[in-house]
């Protein structure tokens, strides 16, 4: 387990690190995408295996489906000849030798048959996470809704193109 959490934890790092300094925003989210997987399977070498999958479901998931759309509304056309650079071999190298070692620290995790074991003793449940998210914190869930709801609404409001109508002095 603890090798699992080491790599895990090294495959996070290096993929904020690729999302910090990348320079074009989709290759930012792969570097996300794998950053998050990683800091996935470090809840899973903790022993808290539901921890993992929400944070693989929520946030690699939907967020970043939501991050590919707002990068897609805004519509970032590269040139002919960057568009030819991106196709090059050192900015997919990255995010797949990433994920190679993730791949290397979820066998030695399975090898190791540590999927499922806790710490403290007390396993992460459905049950427990639902009574705590819509009991005291229900407020605080409904807010973090509230506001990506606010942030999807204005990433469609900067993405959308002009009526070109308005422009030519057509009719109001």
Do not use: C
């Not at 399977?41 to 944070?55: D, I, K, Q, S």
């Amino acid at each position: 387990m603890e090798l699992a959490f080491y790599l895990s934890g090294l495959v996070a790092i290096f993929a904020t690190v690729g999302v910090i300094t990348g320079t074009s925003p989709v290759h930012a989210v792969v570097y996300l995408i794998v950053s998050l997987i990683a800091v996935a399977l470090v809840f899973f070498a903790l022993g808290a295996p539901f921890a993992g999958a929400l944070e693989i479901i929520v946030y690699a998931g939907a967020i970043m489906v939501l991050f590919v759309f707002v990068v897609m509304m805004l519509n970032l056309k590269p040139d002919a000849e960057r568009e030819q650079t991106f196709l090059h071999p050192r900015y997919w190298l990255g995010p797949s030798l990433l994920a190679m070692v993730l791949l290397g620290a979820v066998v030695s995790l399975l090898a190791q048959g540590g999927v499922g074991q806790t710490i403290d003793g007390d396993l992460l449940t459905a049950r427990s996470v639902a009574l705590t998210l819509f009991g005291p914190w229900l407020m605080v869930v409904e807010l973090a809704a509230i506001l990506l709801l606010a942030a999807l609404v204005t990433a469609s409001h900067v993405g959308r193109r002009s009526n070109p109508l308005r422009h030519r002095g057509g009719s109001r």
